[in-house]
């Protein structure tokens, strides 16, 4: 049964009158019970005054109050009645009892009765007003305008660019920024000036913000911190109002350093998504065109921005004169990679086998904030195994969650599924093992992971490659196909359904093999594939900019291409058959192989024969 989510604003407002009518009754207690004073009905009243125990009383319109000789059982004096005699006076003077008059209502009881209650329910009332606009992002009518950034001191940011490692072109482009901000005059001498804006670039996780906040650590200035999408809220002129009180307020704490998180949900291109010239965006754009333009670099304001989509921006936003510099902080190579796992290592306990370069060599296309979700569940599955240090075999738990997603042990195979599952993993890695130019085998299981993997083949690079040749994407096509392969030479041809994301990612490299590289002689060398946003999905048949019998030609290809690879992956696994049905009988008893328990997973060299080799 799904749980309906409940109204949290609502609760909390009834929880407030509950704690205001609580306490009005709280106050209304101990008023009774601390001021000394006991109700009494008037029968009981009119025997006191027979029996000469009263001293003086105040009579009100409604009610008379007095005092005791003695103090009534409760150790009260004073006393309150309702009045019902009119004609008391003469009985009370009769014994001798002083008497006064009450007006019907005075200063402080009218205070009590009025102000006091409203004052309070004015001062909740006012407490939820606050905490429903802060809730909202307004901040009261009084701050709307304010600019909401952060603002960091030396003590505060405590990031150094020894803090920051794998980035080492970026930071040296950002030590000229500290230079200028630590002594500004020397670094003018000959007429230069800092950049206006400076831009960094980067996919998510490759440390754009931390290197932002390591030139403020380094240059010892005040740091202002504020996401782009901060700017803009719902009504029209506020964005703007907040560029131009974070760059006073800037121009006041100079020198120091401006950072815009996000730069993408403020600047966005005006050409794209404007329904008119009054759009809320498009004015706090324009204001903070107008500060780009009106400010002094020389006064010691440096402005920072990140973004990971550089190519939806304003062009005007990125002309010279504002964000004069791009720096593109990208992932890290292996040394990159390993700088990065050293400075993290430094927290945590390794142990003595533990190579961080080896580490670094499987993580291949891991960004910063990959490597440090690395080390942190390393050190979990350490902990979980009551481990004394973090040993290499935890790195290599880590990458495996990381990569192929949780082991689903609770997910049992019946006897056939895990039979075929063994044949097509192990189909995959004796065609990788094969082919040159693929990355090598390093481990091999049926145990399931992940939302729908029934078991996974993970293959290591060597190094980091930046190239592929038309014959390295045919040997990877090859390798996605053997899976398929094996299955049908194991099964008579009676394929199954577990390689659809094989045949996916084959279909995949191969048009683009044909659509973006021009790697097909009879499609031709050019490129047929339209440049389309990559952060919008759209249908094939619209980025082929071709016509129908070139498209024909197209889908042609693209199969040719694809049935090559399971015909190589098939004659590769025909002369490895031996290799092909013992690696599956040891994979179905182990459930988990690595290259050195199975010797034919490592590579063979090509210029020999396929050998039939068994363990």
Same mark, same amino acid.
């Given at each position: *049964?799904?749980?309906?989510?409940?109204?949290?604003?609502?609760?909390?407002?009834?929880?407030?009158?509950?704690? +205001?009518?609580?306490?009005?009754?709280?106050?209304?207690?101990?008023?009774?019970?601390?001021?000394?004073? +006991?109700?009494?009905?008037?029968?009981?009243?009119?025997?006191?005054?027979?029996?000469?125990?009263?001293?003086?009383?105040?009579?009100?319109?409604?009610?008379?109050?007095?005092?005791?000789?003695?103090?009534?059982?409760?150790?009260?004096?004073?006393?309150? $009645?309702?009045?019902?005699?009119?004609?008391?006076?003469?009985?009370?003077?009769?014994?001798?009892?002083?008497? $006064?008059?009450?007006?019907?209502?005075?200063?402080? &009881?009218?205070?009590?009765?009025?102000?006091?209650?409203?004052?309070?329910?004015?001062?909740?009332?006012?407490?939820? %007003?606050?905490?429903?606009?802060?809730?909202?992002?307004?901040?009261?009518? *009084?701050?709307?305008?304010?600019?909401?950034?952060?603002?960091?001191?030396?003590?505060?940011?405590?990031? $150094?660019?020894?803090?920051?490692?794998?980035?080492?072109? #970026?930071?040296?482009?950002?030590?000229?920024?500290?230079?200028?901000?630590?002594?500004?005059?020397?670094?003018?001498?000959?007429?230069?000036?800092?950049?206006?804006?400076?831009?960094?670039?980067?996919?998510?996780?490759?440390?754009?913000?931390?290197?932002?906040?390591?030139?403020?650590?380094?240059?010892?200035? +005040?740091?202002?911190?504020?996401?782009?999408?901060?700017?803009? =809220? *719902?009504?029209?002129?506020?964005? #703007?109002?907040?560029?131009?009180?974070?760059?006073?307020?800037?121009?006041?704490?100079?020198?120091?350093?401006?950072?815009?998180?996000?730069?993408?949900?403020?600047?966005?291109?005006?050409?794209?998504?404007?329904?008119?010239?009054?759009?809320?965006?498009?004015?706090? /754009?324009?204001?903070?065109?107008?500060?780009?333009?009106?400010?002094?670099?020389?006064?010691?304001?440096?402005?920072?921005?990140?973004?990971?989509?550089?190519?939806?921006?304003?062009?005007?936003?990125?002309?010279?004169?504002?964000?004069?510099?791009?720096?593109?902080?990208?992932?890290?190579?292996?040394?990159?990679?390993? #700088? @990065?796992?050293?400075?993290?290592?430094?927290?945590?306990?390794?142990?003595?086998?533990?190579?961080?370069?080896?580490?670094?060599?499987? $993580?291949?296309?891991?960004?910063?904030?990959? /490597?440090?979700?690395?080390?942190?569940?390393?050190? @979990?599955?350490?902990?979980?195994?009551?481990?004394?240090? %973090?040993?290499?075999?935890?790195?290599?738990?880590?990458?495996?969650? %990381?990569?192929?997603? @949780?082991?689903?042990?609770?997910?049992?195979?019946?006897?056939?599924?895990?039979?075929?599952?063994?044949?097509? =993993?192990?189909?995959?890695? /004796?065609?990788?093992?094969?082919?040159?130019?693929?990355?090598?085998?390093?481990?091999?299981?049926?145990?399931?992971?992940?939302?729908?993997?029934?078991?996974?083949?993970?293959?290591?690079?060597?190094?980091?490659?930046?190239? /592929?040749?038309?014959?390295?994407?045919?040997?990877?096509?090859?390798?996605?196909?053997?899976?398929?392969? +094996?299955?049908?030479?194991?099964?008579?041809?009676?394929?199954?359904?577990?390689?659809?994301?094989?045949?996916?990612?084959?279909?995949?490299?191969?048009?683009?093999?044909?659509?973006?590289?021009?790697?097909?002689?009879?499609?031709? &060398?050019?490129?047929?594939?339209?440049?389309?946003?990559?952060? %919008?999905?759209?249908?094939?048949?619209?980025?082929?900019?071709?016509?129908?019998?070139?498209?024909?030609?197209?889908?042609?290809?693209?199969?040719?291409?694809?049935?090559?690879?399971?015909?190589?992956?098939?004659?590769?696994?025909?002369?490895?058959?031996?290799?092909?049905?013992?690696?599956?009988?040891?994979?179905?008893?182990?459930?988990?192989?690595?290259?050195?328990?199975?010797?034919?997973?490592?590579?063979?060299?090509?210029?020999?024969?396929?050998?039939?080799?068994?363990?």
């Amino acid at each position: *049964m799904t749980k309906e989510p409940s109204n949290r604003k609502h609760d909390i407002t009834i929880w407030y009158v509950f704690a +205001a009518v609580f306490g009005m009754l709280l106050l209304q207690w101990v008023w009774a019970n601390y001021t000394q004073v +006991a109700t009494i009905p008037f029968s009981q009243f009119d025997q006191l005054v027979s029996q000469d125990k009263v001293t003086e009383v105040a009579i009100g319109t409604d009610t008379i109050q007095g005092t005791l000789k003695e103090p009534l059982p409760g150790g009260k004096k004073v006393f309150v $009645t309702a009045r019902v005699d009119a004609q008391l006076a003469d009985k009370l003077a009769a014994h001798g009892i002083t008497v $006064t008059g009450v007006p019907s209502g005075g200063f402080i &009881q009218t205070l009590l009765s009025w102000i006091v209650p409203a004052f309070v329910f004015y001062m909740i009332w006012m407490f939820l %007003i606050r905490r429903m606009a802060d809730r909202q992002g307004f901040g009261g009518l *009084m701050t709307i305008g304010k600019s909401r950034a952060k603002v960091y001191v030396e003590k505060d940011t405590k990031v $150094t660019f020894a803090d920051v490692a794998g980035v080492e072109e #970026a930071k040296f482009e950002l030590k000229e920024v500290v230079d200028f901000l630590k002594d500004p005059k020397t670094y003018g001498r000959l007429g230069a000036r800092v950049p206006k804006g400076i831009l960094l670039v980067g996919p998510p996780g490759t440390g754009k913000t931390l290197l932002a906040r390591a030139v403020a650590g380094e240059a010892g200035v +005040a740091f202002f911190s504020i996401s782009g999408s901060e700017f803009v =809220e *719902m009504f029209v002129g506020v964005g #703007a109002a907040r560029v131009r009180d974070l760059f006073d307020q800037a121009r006041q704490a100079a020198p120091c350093i401006i950072f815009i998180d996000e730069l993408d949900a403020l600047g966005r291109s005006r050409a794209a998504g404007a329904f008119g010239g009054y759009d809320e965006k498009e004015q706090t /754009l324009n204001q903070l065109l107008a500060e780009l333009d009106g400010f002094d670099p020389s006064v010691g304001v440096i402005l920072l921005a990140a973004t990971n989509r550089p190519e939806i921006l304003d062009p005007a936003l990125l002309r010279a004169g504002r964000f004069d510099r791009q720096v593109l902080v990208d992932r890290p190579d292996h040394a990159g990679r390993a #700088a @990065i796992l050293k400075v993290h290592a430094g927290k945590i306990k390794l142990g003595v086998d533990v190579d961080l370069d080896k580490v670094a060599s499987l $993580t291949t296309g891991f960004t910063g904030a990959d /490597l440090a979700n690395l080390i942190n569940e390393a050190a @979990i599955a350490a902990t979980r195994r009551n481990g004394d240090s %973090i040993t290499f075999a935890d790195f290599t738990s880590a990458i495996e969650r %990381i990569v192929a997603g @949780i082991e689903k042990k609770s997910r049992v195979l019946n006897t056939e599924e895990r039979r075929r599952v063994a044949y097509h =993993e192990m189909g995959h890695a /004796l065609v990788a093992a094969s082919l040159p130019g693929v990355d090598p085998v390093q481990k091999v299981s049926i145990i399931p992971r992940g939302v729908g993997a029934l078991g996974y083949t993970m293959q290591r690079p060597t190094e980091d490659r930046f190239l /592929l040749a038309a014959s390295d994407l045919r040997n990877r096509i090859a390798v996605l196909m053997g899976g398929r392969a +094996a299955e049908q030479l194991i099964f008579d041809g009676d394929v199954s359904t577990g390689a659809a994301d094989d045949l996916q990612r084959a279909t995949e490299i191969a048009l683009e093999m044909v659509t973006k590289h021009g790697m097909n002689d009879t499609v031709g &060398q050019r490129t047929y594939a339209q440049a389309a946003d990559p952060f %919008i999905a759209a249908p094939r048949d619209r980025l082929i900019s071709a016509s129908e019998a070139t498209v024909r030609e197209i889908d042609l290809a693209v199969r040719n291409l694809v049935e090559a690879g399971a015909a190589r992956a098939r004659e590769i696994l025909e002369k490895r058959g031996r290799d092909l049905e013992a690696g599956a009988t040891l994979l179905l008893d182990k459930e988990t192989l690595t290259a050195d328990e199975f010797t034919p997973l490592k590579r063979v060299d090509s210029e020999r024969p396929l050998p039939a080799i068994v363990p």
